[in-house]
């Protein structure tokens, strides 16, 4: 089993839907988690970190369930700008605090 | 500006050729990281550094090489060990809470 898992997709979706992506991830002992979006030929750029009580930075909601071992992001009133490969990274604290990132969910938004 | 800087942006070497790729940050981070990205998967750790004159293997350091003589810098040779690294690489670097920033990235060809 892969330590972190996603549907690479990719996700077509209209302007303005609202769209999920799921991650979840193996090691019960992981203690941070990120969302990074890649755009294409780029580098990751961090979008935010995910909580257990979940959090929100404008149309953008993450959570984490540690019982399930999975991490979520929602995109409300998706916007072409969106369009961009979205990876979940998790980090196991000590030993460098290493980052091990899924490889990640295409999404399309299309008009 | 603060950030990091990777150069070269694209990268060509002939078989049997060591190459070095430099990294450079300003943002006072301790720790920084090497990572190669191939088509279809995730980043995978190559080598990392969380202070000055020291550096850990990562998942996939057979062929690669570092040095870390200075905070800012951090630069990863590719040997001609190294089978198949045509890849795209990146640096990065963390905060404390292991939030990462990435650097723009350099692609190697092997011709």
């Known amino acids: 089993r892969k330590e972190v898992e996603q549907d690479p997709g990719p996700f077509n979706v209209p302007e303005g839907a609202t769209v999920a992506f799921n991650c979840t991830y193996s090691?019960?002992?992981?203690?941070?988690f990120f969302w990074y979006r890649q755009d294409c030929r780029k580098e990751p750029k961090l979008l935010m970190s995910?909580?257990?009580s979940g959090n929100e930075d404008g149309r953008f909601t993450a959570q984490l369930n540690r019982a399930s071992q999975y991490i979520s992001l929602l995109i409300r009133d998706s916007k072409l700008s969106d369009s961009a490969t979205y990876l979940c990274?998790?980090?196991?604290?000590?030993?460098?605090?290493?980052?091990?990132f899924g490889t990640g969910t295409q999404l399309k938004v299309e008009l | 500006d603060g950030g990091i800087t990777q150069s070269p942006k694209y990268l060509f070497r002939k078989e049997g050729q060591n190459v070095t790729l430099s990294c450079e940050q300003n943002?006072?981070?301790?720790?920084m990281y090497w990572y190669r990205q191939d088509p279809g998967q995730g980043l995978r750790l190559i080598y990392y550094?969380?202070?000055?004159?020291?550096?850990q293997k990562g998942d996939i350091a057979e062929g690669y090489s570092v040095s870390r003589e200075k905070k800012e810098s951090f630069p990863l040779t590719v040997t001609s060990a190294q089978k198949n690294p045509t890849a795209f690489y990146l640096c990065?670097?963390?905060?404390?809470?292991?939030?990462?920033?990435f650097g723009p990235g350099t692609r190697l060809t092997v011709l």
């Open positions: 990065a670097s963390s905060t404390p809470n292991r939030k990462q920033f």
């Open positions: 090691n019960s002992a992981s203690q941070s």
């Open positions: 995910v909580y257990s």
């Open positions: 990274v998790v980090v196991l604290t000590g030993g460098g605090n290493k980052l091990t």
């Open positions: 943002l006072n981070h301790d720790a």
């Open positions: 550094s969380q202070i000055v004159n020291d550096f």
